[in-house]
């Protein structure tokens, strides 16, 4: 069973990465910009200098 990826700020289980800019990082719903918030599961949008992806919670 693979380990699930906690979020960089809190260690929760993490819901996606987001990267925004230069900064890249894996968060939990707690610390997830509101745009990743509004994807769900499994859906990825890439834009300019912004990608989020919301991970599968079949994966997660």
Do not use: N, W
Not at 8 to 16: L, M, N, P, S, V
Not at 32 to 44: N, R, T, V
């Amino acid at each position: 069973m693979a380990e699930k990826i906690k979020c960089e700020r809190c260690e929760k289980d993490a819901i996606g990465l987001q990267s925004l800019g230069f900064c890249v990082s894996y968060v939990c719903e707690e610390h997830a910009d509101s745009a990743l918030l509004a994807l769900k599961p499994g859906e990825k949008q890439a834009y300019e200098y912004c990608y989020l992806e919301r991970f599968d919670t079949a994966d997660h």
